[in-house]
């Protein structure tokens, strides 16, 4: 305990606190920037840190990581296309929710739940980290390919309307997701002749053109702009945090579950932000009274994904300080900052050099703290831009942030031609029926489904039936189970909806005559 | 003067005779150097370069801006600086073995070649090193080669990517000790050590630095450098236990492929003076610093492709 306080006093300086602030604000508007991420806000702040003592360094990269994945909420709410790829959920209902006039509402939500998401991760961090991190490495190959099929079952849900075009989109997406050097087996695939085609398709750059380019052309189409100009408050703002603040305290189970579920998943290696909170916005979905809301404005939503991508900041350092696997993206360039200055994951982190790492782990906490305050205001700030700003300015103005933002991501001008070659077709496929979630879930899951389940076949080359390794302990049947369920659940109400109408027509039909 | 004319006219003509436009060689640098790293941020090659960007800077005098142009393995950063760099000491790019031996055998479109370059240095190696889990039955590679022997295919040795440093390791390690492993790639070192931990992987064949980072929670058996390595001084060499297999990944750095010598020499003796100072920081890691510049390049060069295309070339022939 004395280490804890020791800790809180080394980094509540002045310098310590204006480090955090400045670190959250530059992270925010970092990943509120679409293609700009939070690996690469880490990334291109990393140098700025060295003139820095480590524990300084530390908070301000810990703090730039949680102000970039809540930023990536901004631009989901306002002009539906996620900041970061931890934001794809909140694009489902935040932006209806903008479009209702709400999206003072579903910043302050996003906000809040972002802020509670942060602590609750750091919570579970300080106190829970070595029976967690035991969690991390029982998820291996076979339950990696679970945990994707676990989330390509969301498709269903994603595809309000048509299971079929769901589905269609997700296995685009899957197909886009092949393009390139396979992930085991290191063969390139679908590159017709062009080494640039090798890196494949990146998911931001997919994320982009799908989400960004349609709705720029519709918006162009229609002569509007991003928000109705009826996007003014009611009550004012003081107002709309409160109710969202009663909203989310009042019925916490959503909060909860949702966190839950971001700490879970934060510890598994290989899933990251994206997968999340999709997952955590999926189950707020099925658990809640009213499923069919969801997706037009249902708040909750929004507050499922935004809480449960913060708990994933320091949650998913659980695994990488107690024994060194990152257990999203951003998290190793923050094993880098580690090993440069010489400190070593492992049991020595929270002993030897436990100051520094409480300190750590406690400037992620104030870091969510800072979120409330720098958030509402810049919240504020932004949303007034886009409603106020003319979308003769506000559309060119996107356009151009989102092909700056592509082409920093990997400096490729392919990228660029990639992002508006699929945004164009993801207009038409959009105009078809056909949205931009499912491919994306198709992308990232594919991905994650390929590997676990080649990974499993060849380790099971001496086997005489290679299958049943999916199936070969607890865990991983548990969680084909859980697959089957969450088929079952989405696809058998709808079912029975519609084998119930048919027995009730044909008694109509019946009784007619 | 007349000196000074004499230097005019001579990089005049040589300007001309090379085709670089308005660059005078003899001050050279005067403007800011793009090191690209042909790889994602937070990885070996990135955090080696972050160590040595301030003090190239301060050696060379100008910004030396590192810059990421990640995809294929390398291949889309290696393809697009073969294609489109300048020979003007201003662009150089991180090059690493056995990546660029190994792609353009295996892919029909890697885009560039093994030698279309001139590699400047290679700064240093991190050799392979065979980890077990803490609770392995093995304890030291004899175990394993034995249990491997008796069971064909049953040991399973995890490593990043495939026909990469740590895949080809694990062939020649099935060459030399007459055995049969399954090898599973990951995708890049990251989810190695949970594999290692939670006991999906018989064992992981990856770099020394893991062999390093991991020592609480597991157990290297050998390394594959010729001495044993600083960082891990109670770890064997697969050549003291036997076996003849040397072998990691080498990371450098190189230029296109006209650059005048000067610059060579001049990035060289940068990359060597900023090595004494980031060793210091290095070593403890597990990176085996070095020094291997001009002839010595194309000796170790020689040498490693000697080593890999057969085992290249037998695997694309399987495929």
């Not at chain 1, 079912?495 to 005559?513: I, T, V």
Request: hydrophobic share 50%; charged share 15%.
């Amino acid at each position: 305990m004395d280490m804890l306080l020791e800790a809180l006093l080394s980094i509540l300086t002045l310098e310590g606190l204006i480090t955090i602030l400045a670190g959250v604000t530059a992270g925010l508007f970092i990943g509120a920037l679409p293609g700009l991420t939070a690996t690469m806000a880490l990334a291109v702040l990393l140098p700025f840190t060295f003139t820095m003592s480590p524990l300084q360094g530390l908070m301000a990269l810990g703090a730039v990581y949680m102000g970039a994945i809540y930023g990536g909420a901004f631009t989901a709410i306002l002009i539906n296309t996620p900041g970061t790829p931890s934001s794809i959920a909140t694009t489902f209902d935040g932006y209806p929710m903008a479009r209702q006039g709400r999206a003072y509402e579903a910043l302050a939500a996003a906000t809040i739940a972002s802020v509670v998401g942060g602590i609750i991760g750091v919570a579970f961090l300080l106190l829970l980290a070595p029976p967690l991190a035991r969690l991390a490495v029982v998820f291996g190959p076979a339950e990696m390919f679970w945990v994707a099929l676990l989330g390509l079952t969301l498709v269903a849900s994603l595809s309000s309307g048509s299971l079929l075009k769901g589905l269609l989109g997700g296995c685009i997406g899957m197909l886009l997701s092949t393009i390139g050097v396979s992930p085991i087996g290191g063969e390139t695939r679908f590159i017709f002749g062009f080494p640039a085609l090798q890196g494949g398709i990146e998911l931001i750059v997919a994320l982009i053109g799908l989400f960004v380019i349609p709705e720029l052309i519709s918006m162009a189409a229609q002569g509007r702009g991003a928000l109705p100009e009826s996007g003014k408050l009611k009550g004012g703002a003081g107002s709309a945090i409160l109710r969202m603040g009663k909203h989310i305290f009042s019925k916490p189970i959503n909060l909860i579950r949702s966190c839950i579920i971001g700490q879970i998943i934060a510890i598994i290696p290989g899933a990251g932000g994206n997968v999340t909170s999709l997952v955590a916005y999926n189950e707020a979905r099925r658990f809640s009274k009213d499923p069919a809301s969801f997706g037009k404005g249902n708040v909750d939503g929004v507050i499922a994904s935004e809480s449960s991508n913060n708990v994933m900041v320091a949650g998913s350092m659980v695994p990488l300080l107690t024994l060194g696997i990152p257990g999203a993206p951003p998290d190793a360039i923050i094993l880098g900052v580690l090993l440069m200055h010489g400190l070593r994951p492992g049991i020595d982190l929270f002993t030897e050099t436990g100051v520094l790492t409480n300190g750590f782990i406690l400037s992620m906490g104030f870091a969510a703290l800072f979120l409330l305050p720098v958030g509402l205001m810049g919240g504020r700030l932004i949303h007034r831009i886009v409603v106020k700003t003319p979308f003769y300015f506000l559309l060119p103005s996107i356009a151009m942030v989102t092909i700056l933002g592509t082409y920093a991501l990997r400096n490729s001008m392919v990228d660029v031609f990639i992002m508006l070659l699929l945004g164009t077709v993801g207009y038409f496929l959009r105009l078809i029926g056909i949205q931009a979630a499912p491919i994306v879930l198709g992308m990232i899951l594919g991905v994650i489904a390929e590997k676990g389940y080649v990974q499993t076949m060849l380790a099971a080359v001496v086997d005489p039936i290679p299958w049943l390794r999916l199936v070969a302990n607890p865990l991983s049947i548990v969680l084909a189970c859980l697959v089957v369920l969450s088929v079952a659940t989405t696809l058998l109400p709808g079912w029975l909806e519609r084998s119930g109408r048919m027995a009730k027509a044909k008694r109509d039909e019946e009784q007619a005559p | 003067m007349k000196f000074a004319t004499t230097r005019w006219v001579g990089s005049l003509s040589l300007l001309a005779a090379l085709g670089i436009p308005g660059m005078a060689l003899a001050e050279y640098p005067e403007q800011p150097i793009t090191y690209t790293i042909p790889f994602d941020p937070g990885g070996e090659s990135d955090v080696t370069a972050r160590f040595q960007e301030p003090h190239l800077e301060e050696i060379l005098g100008v910004d030396v801006n590192v810059k990421h142009r990640p995809g294929g393995g390398g291949a889309v950063g290696w393809s697009e600086f073969q294609s489109s760099a300048e020979p003007t000491g201003y662009e150089m790019i991180g090059v690493n073995i056995p990546h660029i031996i190994a792609q353009p055998i295996m892919r029909e479109n890697a885009g560039y070649e093994t030698d279309g370059w001139k590699i400047v240095t290679f700064f240093h190696t991190t050799p392979n090193a065979l980890i077990v889990p803490k609770d392995s039955p093995f304890k030291t590679l004899d175990d394993l080669v034995q249990y491997a022997k008796e069971n064909p295919q049953a040991v399973t040795l995890g490593g990043s990517g495939t026909f990469s440093a740590n895949h080809l390791g694990a062939l020649r390690l099935e060459r030399e000790a007459g055995i049969d492993v399954t090898y599973i790639p990951f995708t890049g070192t990251g989810p190695l050590p949970a594999a290692v931990q939670g006991g999906h992987v018989s064992g992981i064949f990856n770099y020394s630095m893991l062999g390093v980072q991991m020592q609480d929670n597991a157990r290297v058996l050998a390394v594959a450098s010729e001495e044993r390595v600083p960082a891990l001084p109670d770890v064997p060499t697969f050549k003291e236990l036997g076996y003849d297999i040397v072998g990691g990944a080498y990371r450098g750095v190189a230029v296109p492929k006209d650059t005048p010598d000067e610059i060579v020499n001049k990035l060289e003796e940068a990359f060597a003076k900023t090595n004494q100072r980031i060793a210091e920081k290095q070593e403890p890691l597990g990176f085996v610093m070095t020094d291997i510049t001009d002839e010595e390049v194309d000796k170790v060069m020689q040498q490693l492709k000697s080593a890999y295309q057969p085992i290249l070339e037998e695997a694309k022939a399987n495929q």
